[in-house]
């Protein structure tokens, strides 16, 4: 007998999100031929009654397509392996269904890392040609004119006086993939979230007063804060960079970095997680929470990891760079 039952109607955002499933499954990297072959793999889905055929890619295409590029994080994280230039648009569907939750974990992991790598790729390239202008100026004094106009570029972009060189530097820099890695997984739960799913936003970065953004389910009368939502899981991690980079509440995560450069030493998570009280209304317990993260799942372990230098493709759906 036929099943007669209807689903629930979906909200614009959940229909917004089905569209986007297909994409949960591409890397924005890796060849044609490689996403091609992972779909090969599985039996041609059959949508249900009601059900988008867009929203029933699955987590398998992914774990496919990165067994077919040998991307083994348990080697990555033993420093055995660098990581593929490979960038997830979106969280799969069922992400949620992965019962071990280890093997959710690492998969969440092996899907973030690579873009917060990218991200701090490009911003090391430019800190270094930051660091080259600044020696350049204490020896020389006057800059060149494109000097000034890349300083004046990287000022605009990072809200700092392109004079005040100190300022810049404190604002272009990296942050820990171990941290990016904890508070994605503590703001999207391990990517499962509806913020994650539905807006690509993992980093409950909030909008207030632009009707933009998604509202939450339940929150206090006399708040009107959404979740910022995003294209693609690339635009919400350069977000996140550039909010520790330059928002006034993380002057103390800014300033702490600065100091343990000038002390050559190490950017790890746990340590710059302290200063990050006010990232959240928990305070220094979620400070506490985010060390534990850390600590717990050996994210630190991927903070020496770094992208792959071989190509594997075109990229044909990047996000513009702010």
């Not at 990581?83 to 799969?92: G, K, S």
């Not at 690492?106 to 973030?112: K, L, S, T, W, Y």
């Not at 701090?120 to 600044?134: D, F, H, Q, T, W």
């Not at 006086?161 to 739960?189: F, M, T």
Request: hydrophobic share 40%.
């Amino acid at each position: 007998m036929q099943n007669t039952q209807h689903r629930p109607s979906r909200t614009a955002a959940q229909k917004r999100c089905a569209a986007k499933r297909i994409a949960a499954a591409l890397f924005l990297a890796g060849g044609i031929a490689s996403i091609g072959a992972a779909f090969s793999m599985l039996p041609p889905p059959v949508p249900q009654h009601g059900e988008d055929v867009a929203s029933i890619v699955r987590g398998t295409v992914v774990r496919n397509t990165m067994n077919e590029l040998t991307y083994d994080i348990a080697r990555v994280r033993a420093g055995e392996h660098d990581v593929p230039n490979v960038f997830l648009a979106a969280l799969p569907a069922d992400l949620a269904d992965v019962r071990i939750a280890a093997q959710r974990k690492d998969m969440f992991v092996a899907m973030i890392l690579p873009l917060v790598l990218r991200e701090n790729e490009e911003i090391a390239a430019n800190r270094a040609r930051l660091m080259e202008i600044v020696e350049r100026s204490e020896s020389e004094g006057k800059l060149p004119a494109d000097d000034r106009l890349w300083l004046a570029a990287m000022a605009e972009r990072y809200d700092a006086d392109p004079a005040n060189l100190a300022e810049l530097s404190r604002r272009l820099d990296i942050v820990p993939p171990s941290l990016a890695l904890a508070q994605a997984a503590e703001e999207s739960g391990w990517g499962t979230s509806r913020f994650a799913n539905e807006g690509n936003a993992l980093f409950g970065q909030r909008v207030y007063g632009t009707g933009e953004g998604m509202a939450p389910a339940s929150r206090a009368a006399d708040e009107s804060f959404r979740v910022r939502a995003y294209s693609d899981l690339g635009g919400a991690v350069r977000s996140y960079i550039h909010n520790l980079n330059t928002h006034p509440a993380y002057a103390s995560f800014r300033k702490e970095r600065a100091k343990k450069r000038a002390a050559d030493q190490s950017l790890t998570g746990h340590a710059l997680a302290e200063t990050l009280m006010r990232y959240s209304e928990r305070g220094i317990d979620y400070v506490k929470t985010l060390q534990s993260l850390i600590r717990a799942n050996r994210l630190n372990d991927f903070d020496k990891a770094r992208l792959t230098d071989k190509a594997l493709g075109d990229r044909f759906a990047e996000t513009p760079r702010i």
